[in-house]
């Protein structure tokens, strides 16, 4: 099973921006989709950013235009570039991977890193 552990969280000024990474122990396919979610407490966890194998991004309105996602294959990893950010952007920010190898579905998670964003 591949492994992933997100860094680069903490605690920054409204308007200001924080760089996460995701690093995978094992390798992540390069035809697997990953991307950034974040849960705050007692709220259900939600989309920040996707990108496929194809390179092809998507993000909902309330990130679109400050955050980036990106991907490098070689390096094995996935950033989430934050920028202009907000308090409600507090949360804790996850990394994820899924893709499908023979039939047979994977979907890997890390463990969070923490966002807080004060006014």
């Known amino acids: 099973q591949v492994q992933l552990v997100e860094s680069g969280g903490g605690l920054v000024q409204a308007g200001g921006s924080l760089r996460l990474s995701c690093a995978a122990s094992?390798?992540?396919?390069?035809?697997?989709?990953v991307g950034w979610y974040r849960q705050a407490p007692g709220k259900q966890r939600d989309l920040v950013a996707t990108?496929?194998?194809?390179?092809?991004?998507n993000y909902p309105d309330s990130v679109k235009g400050r955050f980036t996602i990106s991907r490098d294959n070689a390096k094995n990893t996935v950033d989430l570039q934050m920028n202009s950010l907000k308090p409600e952007d507090t949360a804790v920010y996850y990394c994820?991977?899924?893709?499908?190898?023979?039939?047979?579905?994977?979907?890997?998670w890390g463990k969070g890193t923490q966002v807080t964003v004060s006014s």
């Open positions: 990108i496929t194998s194809g390179g092809n991004t």
């Open positions: 994820n991977a899924d893709w499908t190898f023979l039939g047979r579905k994977y979907d890997s």
């Open positions: 094992g390798k992540i396919p390069s035809f697997a989709n």
